[in-house]
């Protein structure tokens, strides 16, 4: 069964930078799109960044040059770089997965799996 789960987000003030893990078991990795997703109270939830298997990468356009998807290639593990973070960043972020490697973020109600989540705070 895929599981995924998230670590690494916490408070920060605006400026600042954190790296969120996701850490993956139970399925080959390298044949799923993954992807973080975000959602802040009150709203929807985002798709942030999406990483294919070929390893190609897209960012929307509001942390495009501040935030970085990655993954391990030798253990599965997704990261997500944040820098120069605003506090409209804040959130609590997603990671999630999928074997249908076409899916994109706006797709969100598509993606199968997904992690608990993990807290992200931005104080101005």
């Known amino acids: 069964r895929v599981q995924l789960v998230e670590s690494g987000g916490g408070s920060v003030q605006a400026g600042g930078s954190l790296r969120l893990s996701c850490t993956t078991s139970d399925f080959t990795y390298s044949d799923y799109v993954m992807g973080w997703f975000r959602q802040a109270p009150g709203q929807e939830r985002e798709g942030v960044a999406i990483?294919?298997?070929?390893?190609?990468?897209d960012h929307i356009d509001s942390v495009k040059g501040r935030f970085t998807i990655s993954r391990d290639s030798t253990n599965g593990t997704l990261y997500l770089q944040m820098n120069r973070l605003k506090p409209e960043d804040a959130a609590m972020y997603y990671c999630a997965a999928d074997s249908r490697w076409w899916l994109y973020l706006h797709q969100r109600d598509e993606w199968r799996f997904w992690g608990q989540g993990t807290q992200v705070s931005v104080s101005s």
């Open positions: 990483i294919r298997s070929n390893g190609v990468t």
